[in-house]
């Protein structure tokens, strides 16, 4: 059996993952190839992103889900430098009758860029919020939430790269009747340069979650392209991933991660 409405409350956290931009190409900033998986980077950015699950974790016997998360990450200035980012899913996911497709749970968060004193170096931290967008109940929380969001991102190397993204909301409005959402997420990243604009990469993301105190701790190993052109620079990758631990039914045993990303 499966419960899904704790699918898509965990799976909602997905939405917050890893974005990307490209780097400037200014005197003593990194090179574009080690930059492009930088999430605060100074950049207009556009991402499609895609979860593929084909198994879930526990006693859930549904046989796949599915999530492309649409992303749109702007620079502000206010008070100091900010990068704000917009991410709305469309998800597919099971229920009792076997999938519903439709938009999931709209996010967005804002981070405020703290000058590290190397431009290699990029330390954000910000406040975050989900609203209840989702066109059915399988699909989403039903409970506005808000949390934080904090991101680093080491590029001084330019043959490896690393950074985390570590995020934490919690509903404060909705259905009384519908489970509250109270779940964090650590999400490690690392980029190996291969050269060519090839690279190697990992960024599974854990989660665990609050209320029922269900967690998963996958690992993903992939490969990805940069191609780099004078106004867009263009990041595909592929990335499996598969659960090692984990308790409850709300996650994907494996899934396979595969993204475009547009920076201008």
């Known amino acids: 059996m499966y419960n899904t409405k704790s699918i898509?409350?965990?799976?909602?956290?997905?939405?917050?993952?890893l974005g990307i931009a490209s780097a400037n190409a200014e005197a003593g900033?990194?090179?574009?190839?080690?930059?492009?998986?930088?999430?605060?980077?100074?950049?207009?950015?556009?991402?499609?992103?895609?979860?593929?699950?084909?198994?879930?974790?526990?006693d859930n016997d549904a046989d796949y889900g599915n999530q492309v998360d649409i992303r749109y990450a702007q620079p502000f200035h206010f008070k100091g430098d900010w990068l704000a980012r917009a991410t709305l899913p469309v998800n597919t996911f099971p229920d009792s009758g076997g999938h519903t497709t439709g938009l999931g749970d709209f996010n967005i968060f804002a981070a405020y860029l703290i000058d590290t004193g190397d431009p290699a170096i990029s330390f954000g931290a910000g406040p975050q919020l989900t609203m209840p967008t989702a066109t059915d109940s399988v699909l989403g929380s039903e409970k506005w939430s808000a949390g934080f969001a904090n991101v680093l991102f080491d590029a001084r190397?330019?043959?490896?790269?690393?950074?985390?993204?570590?995020?934490?909301?919690?509903?404060?409005?909705g259905p009384s009747d519908v489970k509250d959402v109270n779940s964090g997420a650590f999400q490690p990243f690392l980029f190996l340069q291969m050269g060519e604009g090839w690279y190697l990469r990992s960024a599974p993301i854990m989660v665990y979650d609050f209320e029922s105190d269900d967690y998963t701790i996958p690992v993903g190993l992939g490969v990805g392209k940069v191609i780099p052109t004078k106004s867009i620079v263009y990041n595909l990758f592929v990335e499996p991933q598969y659960s090692v631990a984990d308790r409850g039914s709300s996650f994907a045993q494996w899934q396979l991660f595969a993204g475009l990303n547009l920076q201008y």
């Not at 898509?8 to 993952?17: F, G, H």
């Not at 900033?29 to 593929?52: D, E, G, H, I, M």
């Not at 190397?157 to 409005?173: D, N, P």
């Open 8 to 17: 898509s409350s965990c799976l909602s956290l997905v939405a917050l993952s």
């Open 29 to 58: 900033q990194p090179s574009a190839s080690a930059q492009a998986n930088n999430p605060l980077a100074n950049t207009t950015a556009l991402n499609f992103q895609n979860y593929y699950i084909g198994e879930f974790t526990g």
């Open 157 to 173: 190397s330019k043959r490896f790269q690393y950074g985390y993204l570590l995020t934490w909301q919690a509903s404060f409005a």
